[in-house]
């Protein structure tokens, strides 16, 4: 059976079916893949619930540490190798399909890792509270093209990879008056045996008000905000990926473990995932 003229079947199209503008009213987002969080959200002292996220934007912090001085450091001694870099304390975002509370993701090459971060949910006129990795492919931190001069853009590496969220939630107005005592952690698996990654409280971060000041985007119900992170526990060996600028002879883990702990309430939120790689070991993923 010969295949259908395309040709012919556009010039017979009608001209109704020809707009250059295939969403009427001009909403290109209505076109966009939709992603839809399913959590389940704990009030304290009250009976939880479902929530359904129909995820609208997701944004990413980058160098979140509440010493903004440190961070104005770290971020001058990248533009002094001369690199481009981002500023402070700024929001990146990831498409809305990348992000996900399932068991396992996966990743163009073995170079990516997770981070823990506290997550920020917006849905239904409520603020939610949830932890998450904010899960980077690391060889594409630095770069250096004909096109772009070198550049350290964390946006990219984010973009290669999904972020993983839990699928508890706590309410904000639960946790707003002792938010600096939550701990996050976060742990991998190495020959075997699971050890700390991270542990950090949020009192090292930039809180959840800093961002409803300076980032208006979060107002919108699906709405999603990965906090930013801490850095790496130092038993962590030295052949495990924690930041080396150089790639060479450093494992990633393929597993990833996560909590948000609560002392003054007592409960947790955890998560894990394992990472597949979709090119064989020893690939750089080029």
């Given amino acids: 059976m010969r295949p259908p003229n395309s040709a012919a079947m556009r010039r017979a199209a009608p001209e109704s079916h020809r707009s250059n503008n295939p969403v009427k009213g001009g909403d290109i987002h209505a076109m966009l893949m939709n992603n839809t969080l399913v959590m389940t959200a704990r009030p304290y002292g009250r009976p939880s619930h479902h929530i359904e996220v129909d995820v609208k934007k997701v944004g990413c912090s980058r160098n979140a540490s509440r010493d903004t001085l440190t961070t104005k450091d770290h971020l001058a001694g990248i533009r002094s190798r001369g690199y481009q870099v981002h500023g402070a304390a700024g929001v990146c975002f990831r ?8 068991d396992a993701i996966e990743v163009q090459g ?35 093209t004909t096109m772009l001069g070198k550049v350290f853009d964390t946006a990219k590496s984010k973009q290669m990879a999904p972020a ?12 707003r008056d002792h938010w ?10 190495v020959s075997g045996r699971s050890i700390p990654y991270q542990e950090f409280t949020l ?6 008000g800093f961002y409803l000041q300076n980032e208006p985007w979060f107002q919108q119900d699906g709405s999603v905000l990965l906090g930013g992170t801490g850095g790496t526990l130092p038993v962590v060996p030295e052949d495990i990926y924690k930041g080396q600028r150089s790639l060479r002879n450093v494992s990633f ?6 909590e948000m702990y609560d002392p003054v309430l007592k409960r947790t939120i ?11 070991p020893g690939s750089l993923s080029l």
């Fill in 253 to 258: 883990p393929c597993d990833f473990r996560f």
């Fill in 180 to 189: 600096d005592k939550i701990v996050l952690r976060s742990f991998v698996t």
């Fill in 95 to 102: 498409s809305r399909y990348l992000i996900t509370n399932e």
């Fill in 203 to 208: 009192a090292a971060l930039l809180d959840l």
């Fill in 110 to 144: 073995a170079q990516t890792s997770g981070e823990v971060e506290f997550v920020a949910v917006r849905q239904a006129g409520h603020i939610f509270i949830s932890v998450g990795s904010d899960h980077n492919d690391r060889s594409l931190e630095e770069l250096w």
């Fill in 164 to 175: 993983v969220v839990a699928k508890d939630a706590w309410l904000h107005e639960d946790v």
């Fill in 270 to 280: 955890a998560h894990s995932y394992k990472v597949i790689s979709l090119e064989e």
